[in-house]
């Protein structure tokens, strides 16, 4: 079984920055996407980041400018770098991988919260 083990969450102010590390215990090029997503209190889990394996990107509308994923292959991890954060970006972020086939798997979720 494939495991994400996620860091990197906290508690910032509006406007301040947070990188999100997601660690997996596989070759993170043999499959086809990871990526980020994010759930508020009341709310559906949403799609934050992906980056496929060809190197693609997809953001959700409401983050792009400020947030950025990456990868780095040599270490299995992919990142979430979130700039100029908003009270609206609080939400528990998971990390997220995606098969060529029907497999997905989920991290264990990392609390970000942005609050004065």
């Known amino acids: 079984q494939l495991q994400l083990v996620e860091s990197g969450g906290g508690l910032v102010q509006p406007g301040g920055s947070l990188r999100l590390s997601c660690v997996i215990s596989?070759?993170?090029?043999?499959?086809?996407?990871t990526g980020w997503y994010r759930q508020a209190p009341g709310k559906q889990r949403e799609l934050v980041a992906l980056?496929?394996?060809?190197?693609?990107?997809d953001y959700a509308y409401s983050v792009k400018g400020r947030f950025t994923i990456s990868r780095d292959n040599a270490k299995n991890t992919v990142n979430l770098q979130m700039n100029s954060l908003k009270p609206e970006d609080t939400a528990v972020y998971y990390c997220?991988?995606?098969?060529?086939?029907?497999?997905?798997?989920w991290g264990q979720g990392t609390q970000v919260t942005v609050s004065s």
């Open positions: 980056l496929t394996s060809g190197g693609s990107t």
């Open positions: 997220h991988v995606r098969s060529w086939g029907p497999n997905t798997y």
């Open positions: 596989d070759n993170i090029l043999s499959y086809y996407a």
